[in-house]
């Protein structure tokens, strides 16, 4: 059962383009992550949300979790050709057996 | 450098056959996971271990198995291969079993 998804699967844009992509669950979360992943490459953790409605910028990426933890977005502003990857969030579920819970990703193309 | 250490980079063998994927987390870190990403199914979780404990089980095949170490290092050994079995397998390491992990650069396996 997929209980992170995110939206759009793909997505191809022009440089300078601004994108957001999101990531939805019915489950709270404790917290969640941002990763982003390049071809033949293991994910690497962009950021870690943790407080309902928090706010996090890095660089060109802004970051907000919902205000009922039950989902987030990832905000490109400019969109860079390095910007393009796989962006995986990926949940910790709240309560005792805590685990990480993946979404399937968006693929972002950013055309020079 | 994520700091977790995935051998072989690439394994290239036949159906029936059986493999061994190594895995040594970050200094420092206690759990371990695998996941198998391929096309069609995204990031996969499989298996977690805790301090040499299995912690948690994912979509993992009877016909695979793993376990932790003492030396906290981590193997996933893979049996009677099937062409399906072909996909990235990563291992990623976190402090705890609800923190950021961190993932290493993969194990490619092409089952012939």
């Known amino acids: 059962t997929q209980l992170l998804e995110q939206s759009p699967q793909f997505l191809s844009i022009q440089e300078g383009e601004n994108l957001t992509v999101y990531c939805n669950s019915s489950s709270v979360f404790s917290s969640l992550q941002w990763y982003r992943q390049e071809p033949g490459e293991g994910p690497v953790l962009l950021v870690t949300v943790v407080t309902g409605g928090e706010v996090k910028k890095l660089k060109r990426l802004t970051f907000q979790f919902g205000d009922a933890r039950k989902d987030s977005s990832l905000h490109i502003t400019a969109a860079q050709p390095g910007d393009t990857g796989l962006y995986l969030c990926?949940?910790?579920?709240?309560?005792?057996?805590?685990?990480?819970?993946w979404g399937l990703g968006t693929s972002l193309a950013v055309n020079p | 450098d994520s700091g977790v250490t995935q051998t072989p980079k690439h394994l290239i063998t036949a159906t029936g056959q059986r493999v061994t994927l190594r895995c040594s987390p970050r200094s420092g870190d206690l759990s371990v996971y695998w996941y198998q990403q391929s096309l069609d199914q995204g990031l996969q979780f499989l298996i977690q271990y805790y301090n040499g404990e299995e912690r948690a089980k994912g979509n993992i095949l009877e016909r695979f198995s793993a376990q932790q170490f003492p030396d906290l290092h981590s193997e996933l050994n893979l049996s009677s291969l099937e062409l399906g079995d072909s996909a990235l397998y990563f291992c990623a390491s976190s402090f705890t079993p609800d923190t950021e992990a961190f993932f290493g650069q993969g194990t490619r396996l092409t089952v012939v």
């Open positions: 990926a949940g910790t579920n709240a309560g005792n057996n805590r685990k990480l819970i």
